[in-house]
């Protein structure tokens, strides 16, 4: 069983930055076999999927984030990080990390679908004033 911590997140106005940060453990897996995604869910909306990063660091992101956001693992170190650049009000919402260990050896693809992943963090607050 994978254990998803997410920190990082915090009030910011807007067009301010955050880093948010997300610490694997458990799964009795290297970390690196894993796809990896961000998501994120505002009050009375559906989450979805912010980016996702695969075993090999090719990503995938939003339309609504792209050249704002950047997402990046550290092997080394079990952890997925989302870098969030001129953020926007409407962009409140609980942040959530997930895993997918990869069918193969590695996982290759990462998509931005919340059925794709079968790990999940608990979730960081990001709250963005205009």
């Known amino acids: 069983q994978v254990q998803l911590v997410e920190s990082g997140g915090g009030s910011v106005q807007a067009g301010g930055s955050l880093r948010l940060s997300c610490a694997a453990s458990?799964?009795?897996?290297?970390?690196?076999?894993?796809?990896m995604g961000w998501f994120r869910q505002a009050p009375g909306k559906e989450r979805e999927g912010v980016a996702g990063?695969?075993?090999?660091?090719?990503?995938r992101y939003a339309d609504s984030v792209k050249g704002r956001f950047t997402i990046s693992r550290d092997n080394a170190k079990n952890t997925l990080y989302l870098q969030m650049n001129s953020l926007k009000p409407e962009e409140t919402a609980m942040y959530y990390c997930a895993a997918v260990r990869g069918s193969s050896y590695l996982c290759a693809s990462a998509g931005l679908s919340l059925y794709e992943y079968n790990y999940w963090g608990q979730g960081t607050q990001v709250t963005v004033s205009s």
């Open positions: 458990g799964g009795g897996y290297s970390y690196s076999r894993y796809c």
């Open positions: 990063i695969d075993s090999f660091d090719s990503t």
